[in-house]
Nanobody, 121 residues
Framework: VQLQASGGGLVQTGGSVRLSCAAS????????MGWFRQAPGKEREFVAG????????LYADSVKGRFTISRDNVKNTVYLQMNSLKPDDTAVYYC???????????????WGQGTQVTVSS
């Protein structure tokens, strides 16, 4: 499984950013994909996940109502639309893939490279 993340950058508080993660290397119909983030000095945390087959989504409480995860089955790509960004959202964001139980509730095995999102106050 190969995951290629893109779309990070510098944005002001209240702004928006969309991250993309292109997946390849296997059939993903029974997988889930997700986004995690790691801020300086903090542990990596789950942000959002989506099941590839039925589109079920799960969000961390800290991003509910502001972030939206979606997928494009044709392009094998998952997106994270981040709105109303806050300085606390500053982190390196990673996409990941694996069985749904690991993406949504555990630690997935497959990771993309991180992409930096910096929210200025």
């Amino acid at each position: 499984v190969q995951l290629q993340a893109s779309g990070g950058g510098l944005v002001q508080t209240g702004g928006s950013v969309r991250l993309s993660c292109a997946a390849s290397g296997r059939t993903f119909s029974n997988y889930a994909m997700g986004w995690f983030r790691q801020a300086p000095g903090k542990e990596r945390e789950f942000v959002a996940g989506i099941k590839w087959d039925n589109g079920y989504t799960l969000y961390a409480d800290s991003v509910k109502g502001r972030f939206t995860i979606s997928r494009d089955n044709v392009k094998n790509t998952v997106y994270l639309q981040m709105n109303s960004l806050k300085p606390d959202d500053t982190a390196v964001y990673y996409c990941a893939a694996d069985r749904p139980s690991l993406v949504l509730y555990g630690t997935p095995d497959y990771w993309g490279q991180g992409t930096q999102v910096t929210v200025s106050s």
